[in-house]
């Protein structure tokens, strides 16, 4: 069993224009929520720092929306700069909760999730009980990446599988195996009764910089081996030199800069309206 890894929020929100565009994307095919005569209320599982959080006042100004997650100090960084009154007249709030167990503690009429349930196995079996707790024709909508076969992903599990790394950092780079397809998820959630828009996007993104992709993984998948050799400042620099030269190869500069291709899937699940 690995320890939790640990997060941070700086690293994490560098690339954050480029990590926010799915979201964005999400976003825009979620329809109208059911609550009519009250404010939405609105659950963000996995809500990192908060700034893709706070986006889900501006499309709902009056709603109530909780972001939960299990890093402290992600949910510090997101109090500090997101919790409180909405100008549209709602509230943001925060909360520690580990997304594995979590159950709606009240009828929601959203409950959406970016890049964090490729961190929670078995999440699928937990969309019936998030299920029970939306209202009737209520939303269950989410983003997960869906690149763990890249290069980026695939170097990185060889690496902690040799014979340097296997003692400290074996299984490392197959934590994400649990990410289904979507066409798997739109199969759970028909099951579920669901009326579902699924689907999957390429964007090539283009990271400007010397490493950017070593970047880009520090802020995420590199977390776990991070965490694992926090106390060996020289392991760490050792693994981040071997794999950023894996990097340089599998993903070359360019004179306008390196491309990154990076697939997401996303889901977005409309429950019965009665
Ligand atoms: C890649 S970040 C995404 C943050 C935010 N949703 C965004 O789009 O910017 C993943 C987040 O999931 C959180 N997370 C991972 N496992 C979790 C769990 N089991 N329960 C709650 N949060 C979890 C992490 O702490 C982290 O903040």
């Given at each position: ?114 890049a ?12 019936a009980?998030?299920l ?18 890249s ?12 014979p ?6 074996a299984?490392h ?33 283009l ?7 070593l ?31 894996l ?28």
């Amino acid at each position: 069993m690995h320890s939790a890894p640990t997060w941070d929020p700086q690293q994490y929100l560098r690339h954050s224009e480029l990590r926010t565009r799915p979201f964005l994307d999400l976003l825009q095919r979620i329809p109208a929520l059911p609550s009519r005569d009250r404010p939405a209320r609105v659950a963000d599982l996995g809500c990192g720092p908060g700034h893709v959080t706070a986006l889900l006042a501006d499309r709902w100004p009056d709603a109530r929306i909780t972001g939960f997650d299990i890093s402290r100090d992600m949910l510090e960084q997101a109090e500090r700069h997101h919790a409180g009154p909405t100008p549209g007249g709602g509230r943001l709030d925060f909360r520690y909760a580990d997304i594995a167990h979590w159950t709606p503690d009240e009828p929601y009429d959203l409950i959406v999730s970016n890049a964090a349930l490729q961190w929670v196995p078995g999440h699928p079996e937990s969309f019936a009980a998030w299920l029970d707790g939306l209202t009737p024709g209520g939303i269950l909508a989410f983003q997960v990446p869906g690149n763990f076969t890249s290069p980026s992903h695939a170097l990185l599990g060889e690496l902690c599988a040799t014979p340097r790394w296997r003692d400290r950092l074996a299984g490392h780079g197959r934590r994400f195996v649990h990410i289904l397809e979507p066409a798997d998820y739109l199969d759970r959630l028909a099951d579920l009764g669901c009326e579902s828009d699924v689907w999957e996007t390429t964007y090539l993104q283009l990271l400007p910089g010397e490493d950017p992709v070593l970047d880009w993984t520090k802020g995420t998948a590199l977390r776990p081996v991070l965490t694992a050799l926090a106390d060996d400042p020289e392991a760490t620099e050792e693994f981040l030199g071997q794999y950023r030269d894996l990097l340089r190869k599998a993903y070359p500069p360019a004179p306008h800069g390196t491309v990154f291709p990076f697939r997401r899937v996303f889901v977005v699940a409309r429950k019965a309206a009665f």
